[in-house]
């Protein structure tokens, strides 16, 4: 097991080391070193980082170069910069910044959190006329719905998505729930349960969580999904959860499903890859979704991890697949493995499965404690690395100068299913969402 070569809060200082002297380390693409400008100028790309082969749409948002100053600039000018113009902003922007953001990024946020914790904290502060959100597409898109009217939310690299939110898109969950729609008929049973209600992972688009607010159906959070299960099956005899097929399942074993009741659904494929009668005798049809991130961890290094420091304790996002949970000691949010890590008595020692920024950033934050990600090659979220400090520069130093750049605003059709979507979640666990936050 390779820890990270120092112990620095930057992953990108770290690349570049590893860049230079290739025995300090790995890197899963040498063009992490780049600016992400590089990936700017043509067709939608996710970059290099773990979603780098993921198959990306079509329409994705492609950001376009900003001017070359932003790109030409060293990281002090940059830095000097985004200070400058926060402190000419002063109560007017909000910076949030996600916990897998670079910590070059990281560092000027005046909130920094998981997608929901976010979002909230935008709302605690409606003087803010723009809120500058440092995470991806989706994560915008929810800071705006529960934003008010008349706050902007900017997102700094509109390319900055999210690759297992793509893999469900709204014409694809619309054909499946046609086509299960005619497996299951649209009667109750007599229990009063519908057959079927959607469940989305916070991590999808602004329009599915509309989708799923106009059917019934619920957001979850990889911190509050069972008692979301709960709530949906006391509702319905089945649920569709997308798009994430691991949170899905972990939840679903952790709740006593069996296996073969959690059949996945292959939109390519008539029936998901199905036979109707497997369908009929299904609890949880997962979408298959999956974060590219979270993929790369496996049982073999935990394993390893175990041979090298007996005491360790692993923790892993419930977005890893199922054998890597029940390998673990724990699983959780990115807000448990926080507070995980803090709560833990001097001279801890851990493993994490979960991004490199954020496993990085614990580890210089506790050097109390001897923290390393599972993932011996260092691979950060694509997207989330496509936020580069010039990005940041740019977009304040354009509400400066009064313009408002990389708006996202969901359309009211999809804002208001979205917005009672999302207020089921909160009435089912206010404590758990809001403590403990959104997951990814
Ligand atoms: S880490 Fe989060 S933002 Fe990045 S691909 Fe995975 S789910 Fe999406």
Not at 291 to 308: G, L, P
Request: proline residues 7%; glycine residues 8%.
């Amino acid at each position: 097991m390779t820890a990270t070569p120092e112990t620095t809060a930057s992953v990108a200082r770290t690349l570049t080391l590893v860049a230079r002297d290739p025995a300090r380390g790995s890197a899963c693409s040498s063009d992490l070193t780049t600016g992400p400008w590089a990936f700017d100028a043509g067709l939608p790309a996710y970059g290099p980082g773990a979603s780098q082969d993921d198959a990306i749409p079509a329409d994705a948002p492609v950001q376009g170069r900003i001017p070359e100053e932003y790109q030409q600039a060293s990281d002090e000018e940059l830095h000097a910069r985004i200070a400058a113009a926060k402190a000419a902003l002063g109560d007017r922007a909000v910076v949030l910044g996600h916990f897998y953001q670079r910590d070059e990024v990281v560092q000027h946020a005046d909130f920094v959190g998981d997608s929901f914790q976010l979002a909230r904290a935008s709302q605690g502060r409606p003087e803010a006329e723009a809120i500058v959100f440092c995470g991806v597409h989706f994560m915008a898109e929810t800071a705006d719905l529960l934003s008010t009217p008349e706050q902007a939310v900017i997102l700094p690299n509109l390319a900055a998505g999210c690759s297992m939110a793509d893999m469900a898109d709204l014409d694809s969950v619309q054909d499946a729930w046609e086509q299960l729609e005619e497996v299951y008929g649209t009667e109750p049973d007599a229990d009063g349960r519908v057959p079927l209600l959607p469940v989305t992972y916070m991590n999808c688009s602004a329009a599915l969580k509309g989708f799923v607010g106009e059917r019934g159906g619920i957001v979850c959070t990889s911190s509050n999904a069972s008692a979301v299960l709960e709530w949906a099956f006391e509702r319905a005899q089945r649920v569709l959860f997308f798009p994430d097929q691991h949170l899905g399942r972990n939840t679903g074993r952790a709740m006593g499903i069996e296996l073969e009741r959690m059949p996945m659904w292959n939109p390519r494929l008539p029936l998901g890859g199905n036979t109707a009668e497997t369908l009929r005798d299904a609890r949880v049809l997962l979408w298959h979704g999956f974060c590219s991130v979270h993929r790369r961890f496996t049982v073999a290094q935990i394993e390893q991890a175990r041979a090298e420091h007996p005491d360790v304790r692993v923790i892993v996002h419930p977005e890893c697949p199922l054998p890597v949970v029940e390998a673990a000691d724990e699983s959780g949010s990115t807000d448990h493995i926080v507070k995980a890590i803090q709560a833990a008595p001097a001279g801890s020692t851990f493993a994490i499965g979960t991004e490199i920024n954020l496993v990085q950033r614990l580890a210089a934050q506790h050097p109390e404690h001897t923290i390393f990600c599972l993932d011996p090659v260092i691979c950060p979220c694509s997207t989330m690395y496509r936020i580069h400090p010039g990005y940041l520069a740019w977009v304040l130093e354009e509400l400066v100068a009064g313009r408002v750049v990389n708006r996202i605003t969901v359309p009211d059709a999809v804002a208001d299913p979205a917005r009672a979507a999302l207020e089921r979640m909160l009435a089912v666990a206010p404590r758990q969402s809001v403590a403990q936050g959104a997951g990814a």
